[in-house]
């Protein structure tokens, strides 16, 4: 029993850390593509005549 629960505990671990390295990797991702984003707007409004 006290196997299984330090198994289950390390596949906890592994897991977490996934997420996490996932969640960092989904997070800069969305960070890019609002800069990009960003810069397109600037570049449109900058064409936008006043």
């Known amino acids: 029993m006290a196997e299984e629960i330090r198994a ?3 596949r906890w671990q ?3 850390t ?3 390295a996932a969640r960092q990797r989904d997070r ?3 960070n890019a593509l ?3 984003l960003r ?3 600037k ?3 900058q064409r936008v005549p006043r």
Do not use: N, P, S
């Open 34 to 36: 609002l800069r990009e």
């Open 8 to 10: 289950l505990e390390a």
């Open 18 to 20: 996934e997420d996490l």
């Open 14 to 16: 592994r897991q977490r």
């Open 28 to 30: 800069e991702e969305t």
């Open 39 to 41: 810069a397109d707007i």
């Open 43 to 45: 570049t449109v409004l």
